[in-house]
């Protein structure tokens, strides 16, 4: 009792005090001393254990494992695996199930996965144990692959099962996982709770249907404050500021939930993407005079990106210097990222600047610059700028777009060719670019890109990964449906000029999700509003 209020030490001293202890007792202790961050006082219990001819058993394991303070302790978790190895305990579920959770915070898939797969009887704590850890650790395909199996096995799952799988299809995009989960979720009667509801809701915006998230909101019997800030935030997504603000003052009127650090980065982030400059610093000013919640550096962050999107480089810069914080990355690079925008190269020096003594590793700032130089036609600005990142042989993240067909991701890079329909899907682009061109589209060739180099042709940029994306969507799917695709970089200016023609040669509507939020193409329009 006393170590699960956290008063370790009242309990050691009734422990030291007592005439006769046996393995219940020490197990007790060993397990208040780890699950409060004592570790070494939980092993020094385990070895007077041993040391007395005590025998463990399972509980023993399961309190010893520091699954509460794993990290810092990855050679204990190691030894303590290899004794109950040897001691056989290993078949013994619950502590199979401990060791798989602490690899996990250790961040060890591979290990969590080997004593996984050798677990006897895999009990739900386990399944859900891997499935969420592989979310939590970006590896969502491996999330999914694991519930698939598991319900080929008949597992059925319990509402964290579909919370944890729901968010990998949500980081994934992958929309038709994400309905076939819903459905499993009606068919097989998981208690929609507060939890479910809100994974469904993250997943429906993040993979681009924002309609279906607001109708699951709105359904839902109890909300919590995740709950809302899910639906603001994918609101600020899709680019729908005005939505994400009313539904915010809809929140503040219900008197039930108190917005917080997340709520208010959510509609700031919102504002920021719908051009929402008055309402959007209105609300930053409530945030400690009206709720005392204290900006960080993510909302000043937010702030900037508002501001310079808008055009309002200088009030940007005089905003950062009156913040009572330390400006650090995030607050610069909205900076530069909206020098990019407007082509200012005098405040992008300054930024990149501070970007460079901040994260002096960081090749994204040096291509931001050289872009901003090159569509300024300053090459040789631009030049010197790429030679500093290939001289400090720093590597930028390629670009990469993804898109789900028939249950199954397939990922495309600028100027693939390895996929087996390859040649069917550049005839398809080839194909559509003519009748772009005569709808008028021109290729950017001077856009700031973020994936490719400027020296790089024409005949380039014409197969960006999302191009390439889109035509295989095109020869895939039946005319007139919906096409979406991810792209892991912002898009291009290219990119997206060309998609607003091919949504209209095409007659297709196309969703696109970048870096930063969703375009939804239909008719030659863009959803954004070129504002992005």
Same mark, same amino acid.
């Given at each position: 009792?006393?170590?699960?209020?956290?008063?370790?030490?009242?309990?050691?001293?009734?422990?030291?005090?007592?005439?006769?202890?046996?393995?219940?007792?020490?197990?007790?202790?060993?397990?208040?001393?780890?699950?409060?961050?004592?570790?070494?006082?939980?092993?020094?219990?385990?070895?007077?254990?041993?040391?007395?001819?005590?025998?463990?058993?399972?509980?023993?394991?399961?309190?010893?494992?520091?699954?509460?303070?794993?990290?810092?302790?990855?050679?204990?978790?190691?030894?303590?695996?290899?004794?109950?190895?040897?001691?056989?305990?290993?078949?013994?579920?619950?502590?199979?199930?401990?060791?798989?959770?602490?690899?996990?915070?250790?961040?060890?898939?591979?290990?969590?996965?080997?004593? &996984? @797969?050798? %677990?006897?009887? !895999?009990?739900?704590?386990? =399944? #859900? +144990?891997? /499935?969420? *850890? $592989?979310?939590?650790?970006?590896?969502?395909?491996?999330?999914?692959?694991?519930?698939?199996?598991?319900?080929?096995?008949?597992?059925?799952?319990?509402?964290?099962?579909?919370?944890?799988?729901?968010?990998?299809?949500?980081?994934?995009?992958?929309?038709?996982?994400?309905?076939?989960?819903?459905?499993?979720?009606?068919?097989?009667?998981?208690?929609?709770?507060?939890?479910?509801?809100?994974?469904?809701?993250?997943?429906?915006?993040?993979?681009?249907?924002?309609?279906?998230?607001?109708?699951? &909101? @709105?359904? %839902?019997?109890? !909300?919590?404050?995740?709950? =809302? #800030? +899910?639906? /603001?935030? *994918? $609101?600020?997504?899709?680019?729908?500021?005005?939505?994400?603000?009313?539904?915010?003052?809809?929140?503040?009127?219900?008197?039930?939930?108190?917005?917080?650090?997340?709520?208010?980065?959510?509609?700031?982030?919102?504002?920021?993407?719908?051009?929402?400059?008055?309402?959007?610093?209105?609300?930053?000013?409530?945030?400690?005079?009206?709720?005392?919640?204290?900006?960080?550096?993510?909302?000043?962050?937010?702030?900037?990106?508002?501001?310079?999107?808008?055009?309002?480089?200088?009030?940007?810069?005089?905003?950062?210097?009156?913040?009572?914080?330390?400006?650090?990355?995030?607050?610069?690079?909205?900076?530069?990222?909206?020098?990019?925008?407007?082509?200012?190269?005098?405040?992008?020096?300054?930024?990149?600047?501070?970007?460079?003594?901040?994260?002096?590793?960081?090749?994204?700032?040096?291509?931001?610059?050289?872009?901003?130089?090159?569509?300024?036609?300053?090459?040789?600005?631009?030049?010197?700028?790429?030679?500093?990142?290939?001289?400090?042989?720093?590597?930028?993240?390629?670009?990469?777009?993804?898109?789900?067909?028939?249950?199954?991701?397939?990922?495309?890079?600028?100027?693939?060719?390895?996929?087996?329909?390859?040649?069917?899907?550049?005839?398809?682009?080839?194909?559509?670019?003519?009748?772009?061109?005569?709808?008028?589209?021109?290729?950017?060739?001077?856009?700031?890109?973020?994936?490719?180099?400027?020296?790089?042709?024409?005949?380039?940029?014409?197969?960006?990964?999302?191009?390439?994306?889109?035509?295989?969507?095109?020869?895939?799917?039946?005319?007139?449906?919906?096409?979406?695709?991810?792209?892991?970089?912002?898009?291009?200016?290219?990119?997206?000029?060309?998609?607003?023609?091919?949504?209209?040669?095409?007659?297709?509507?196309?969703?696109?999700?970048?870096?930063?939020?969703?375009?939804?193409?239909?008719?030659?329009?863009?959803?954004?509003?070129?504002?992005?």
């Amino acid at each position: 009792m006393y170590c699960k209020f956290g008063e370790v030490l009242v309990a050691e001293e009734l422990f030291r005090e007592m005439d006769w202890v046996d393995v219940v007792s020490m197990n007790a202790m060993i397990s208040g001393y780890s699950s409060n961050g004592y570790v070494e006082d939980a092993v020094g219990v385990f070895k007077e254990l041993i040391g007395s001819g005590g025998k463990p058993n399972p509980s023993t394991f399961v309190g010893l494992i520091p699954v509460f303070s794993p990290f810092g302790h990855e050679s204990l978790s190691r030894c303590i695996h290899g004794f109950i190895l040897k001691s056989g305990f290993d078949r013994n579920s619950s502590v199979s199930t401990a060791i798989t959770t602490v690899y996990i915070r250790l961040n060890d898939m591979e290990a969590a996965r080997m004593a &996984f @797969d050798v %677990m006897p009887e !895999k009990t739900m704590a386990s =399944w #859900n +144990a891997m /499935i969420s *850890g $592989y979310a939590q650790n970006g590896l969502t395909e491996m999330a999914i692959s694991l519930f698939q199996e598991m319900q080929s096995l008949k597992v059925q799952p319990n509402p964290v099962t579909t919370a944890s799988i729901l968010s990998a299809c949500a980081q994934l995009g992958a929309l038709t996982l994400g309905k076939w989960v819903h459905q499993i979720i009606n068919r097989e009667g998981v208690e929609p709770n507060v939890y479910v509801s809100t994974a469904l809701i993250d997943m429906y915006a993040k993979c681009g249907s924002i309609g279906e998230a607001r109708r699951i &909101f @709105d359904a %839902m019997r109890e !909300k919590n404050d995740v709950s =809302w #800030n +899910a639906m /603001i935030m *994918g $609101y600020g997504l899709h680019g729908q500021g005005q939505d994400a603000v009313r539904l915010f003052q809809d929140m503040l009127s219900s008197n039930q939930i108190c917005p917080n650090g997340v709520t208010f980065l959510s509609v700031l982030n919102a504002c920021s993407h719908g051009g929402l400059v008055e309402e959007g610093r209105r609300i930053f000013h409530s945030m400690d005079g009206d709720y005392r919640v204290r900006p960080g550096p993510e909302h000043y962050a937010c702030m900037v990106d508002m501001l310079g999107r808008a055009g309002k480089l200088k009030e940007a810069l005089e905003f950062i210097e009156r913040a009572p914080i330390d400006a650090g990355p995030g607050v610069w690079g909205a900076l530069l990222g909206a020098c990019k925008i407007h082509k200012n190269t005098s405040l992008a020096q300054l930024a990149s600047k501070k970007l460079f003594e901040l994260e002096p590793e960081n090749p994204g700032y040096y291509v931001l610059l050289s872009n901003i130089h090159s569509a300024n036609r300053n090459y040789s600005k631009a030049a010197t700028v790429r030679d500093e990142v290939k001289s400090q042989r720093m590597t930028k993240t390629p670009g990469c777009t993804l898109i789900e067909i028939n249950n199954t991701m397939y990922t495309f890079t600028s100027g693939d060719r390895s996929h087996p329909q390859s040649e069917a899907i550049y005839a398809k682009l080839e194909e559509i670019t003519g009748k772009m061109v005569e709808a008028g589209y021109r290729v950017e060739t001077d856009a700031a890109l973020y994936d490719v180099e400027e020296e790089e042709k024409e005949s380039m940029v014409r197969v960006h990964s999302e191009k390439l994306a889109i035509a295989f969507g095109l020869i895939s799917t039946e005319p007139g449906s919906e096409i979406r695709i991810i792209k892991n970089l912002r898009v291009c200016l290219d990119c997206h000029n060309a998609t607003k023609f091919i949504s209209k040669v095409t007659e297709r509507v196309i969703v696109v999700r970048d870096a930063n939020r969703f375009h939804h193409f239909r008719d030659g329009v863009c959803s954004c509003g070129d504002y992005w």
